[in-house]
């Protein structure tokens, strides 16, 4: 048991040495750097992080916005006797099968795909714009130090 201590302690101390005393060296031989901090900046943020997934659902709306909307189905059945089933013996009972489909006025598709495609690009720009503001912001802070 005592070796088991002696050899924990003697990794414990060689972890404590390297890791821990390695960051503080590099820290004093290498000054921050600005594209450094940029690019953690720009990489750890959430806002940008969050506009990234909203730019990616904004991008699987074009297609749908293109297409025609769903067709509809519907069987129907219409049984006049409320004791018996009455189908062919009652002209009132029938059974139905119906399909419809909206056919929207000529151009509204493509334009539906446009409005999509165009709100796709606006928050990419947006995102981009974010991104300058972030970079501005850092280059601000970096020289008032």
């Known amino acids: 048991m005592k070796i088991m201590k002696k050899i ?3 990794y414990l101390i060689c972890f404590c ?6 960051p503080a060296a590099a820290a004093e031989e290498n000054p921050l750097q600005l594209d450094d901090l940029i690019n953690e900046a720009i990489a750890r943020n959430p806002k940008i992080k969050a506009m990234e997934k909203e730019i990616q659902a904004y991008s699987f709306r074009i297609k749908p916005a293109q297409t025609l909307p769903d067709p509809m189905i519907e069987f129907s059945i219409k049984n006049m006797g409320l004791q018996e089933w ?11 099968v119906s399909y419809s489909q909206v056919f929207p006025f000529f151009g509204k598709l493509k334009l539906a ?10 928050r990419q720009h947006a995102l981009e714009t974010t991104k300058l503001e972030i970079t501005r912001d850092i280059k601000i802070a970096y020289f008032e130090l």
């Open 86 to 96: 009455m189908l062919g013996k009652d002209p009132n009972s029938a059974i139905g």
């Open 17 to 22: 040495c390297t890791y821990l005393a390695a």
């Open 8 to 10: 924990f302690l003697t």
């Open 113 to 122: 795909g446009d409005i999509a495609s165009k709100t796709y690009e606006a």
